[in-house]
């Protein structure tokens, strides 16, 4: 990759570590360029009106019913306890909360009344539209807006919609039949990659402990954020579920001879490169979710494996189950009702978002369950 000067202020505070400490790696490199609190990515308001990308929660409020309605299962396979505390981790601005609030409002009224929901941002800028968003949910007591996981969760779920994918990853190469760090230094020309030894021997770990050994040449992402997350979510959770919505693959998949460069890239005005030191800190950087590492490090710390299927069966089957009610809501105009059908063939379109994404469930503390929106079709 050719060196890139630096050009932002974010680029200058990082060209300034690289010269009196040395290297980076580039999970360090990634985790500044979206979440430093001045100029991140993610922590600078003015992004937000042109964001990089288009989410399931762009395509209308079908996509929050239908998680709704696969929550609400979820508290009735608890035992309808008294209290269900739903936590969106990387809940953004709020809007998939208020979708979510908004339907269960109207027409779930029982699992309404036991629901008490946490939208959890770590951006300052984000979370304070949640006032705003969900200003008719707060008033009644039903949301919250919090910086970090609550400590303790007794009873509910914890999910999170594309969240996974923008953590920091650390960045390997195999050469001459070792495993290499590609990590972020700064020469005349600007940033550039160099390779060196192992930051951590947790990389060396990773791959052997999912039986992946990658192919001469072959660069790769991993990321041990998204282990450290689920360790925590799990901790901090009694009884219940944990639902992960993202893009990515099992290892085998992932780190395949279709991958050989790995899946990182860089997104900035709508499209997509592998120019990752173009403008630190206003463009977004994401790498696809290793679904068998939070599968292991889940298992490990005490979460059993739900499900795992596409975006385009999880939705068709919730939809199935409520007999397309969603999408044929008799009070709604033609003209609506073939709007919401396109929406959701957005949602599930096989060479779109419904076979790109996946859909993981993950339970700890009840007997296996069998959750709506994992039945094969």
């Known amino acids: 990759m050719r060196p890139r000067p630096a050009a932002t202020p974010l680029g200058v505070i990082l060209a300034e570590r690289i010269r009196a400490h040395g290297p980076i790696t580039f999970a360090e490199y990634m985790e500044t360029c979206l979440y430093h609190p001045q100029h991140g990515y993610y922590a600078n308001p003015g992004q937000q009106a042109r964001r990089d990308y288009f989410t399931s929660v762009d395509a209308g409020p079908l996509f929050g019913r239908l998680l709704a309605r696969q929550f609400q299962e979820m508290w009735e396979r608890l035992g309808r306890p008294r209290e269900f505390c739903l936590v969106e981790a990387g809940a953004g601005t709020g809007a998939l909360a208020k979708q979510i609030l908004d339907f269960a409002a109207e027409s779930l009224q029982e699992f309404t009344d036991a629901l008490r929901y946490v939208a959890v941002e770590r951006t300052a800028a984000r979370r304070s539209e949640h006032a705003r968003v969900l200003e008719a949910h707060s008033t009644r007591g039903w949301v919250i807006s919090s910086e970090d996981l609550p400590e303790e969760i007794p009873c509910g779920c914890i999910f999170s919609n594309e969240l996974l994918d923008a953590l920091p990853v650390h960045r390997v190469v195999f050469e001459k039949g070792a495993l290499r760090e590609l990590c972020v230094t700064i020469g005349e020309g600007g940033f550039r990659e160099e390779i060196g030894a192992l930051s951590t021997v947790e990389l060396s770990e990773y791959f052997q402990e999912q039986g992946i050994t990658l192919q001469e040449g072959q660069q790769a992402e991993v990321c041990l954020a998204a282990r450290g997350w689920i360790e925590s979510a799990c901790r901090k959770l009694g009884r219940g579920f944990v639902l992960t919505i ?58 059993a494996r739900t499900g795992f299927t596409t975006q385009t069966n999880f939705l068709l089957a919730l939809a199935r189950k409520s007999r397309m009610a969603d999408l044929e809501d008799e009070n709604l105009s033609e003209q609506e009702r073939t709007r919401r059908r396109l929406l959701f063939k957005t949602l599930i379109h096989p060479e779109g978002m419904g076979e790109t994404f996946q859909v993981f469930a993950q339970q700890k503390g009840i007997e296996t369950p069998l959750l709506s929106g994992f039945e094969p079709l």
């Open 246 to 303: 993202d893009y990515g693959h099992e290892a085998r998949e992932l780190y395949d001879e279709h991958h050989m460069r790995g899946t990182l890239l860089a997104y900035s005005q709508h499209r997509a490169s592998e120019d990752y030191f173009g403008a630190p800190g206003e463009q977004d950087l994401t790498a696809h979710v290793n679904f068998t590492a939070l599968d292991l490090r889940g298992r490990r710390s005490g979460l």
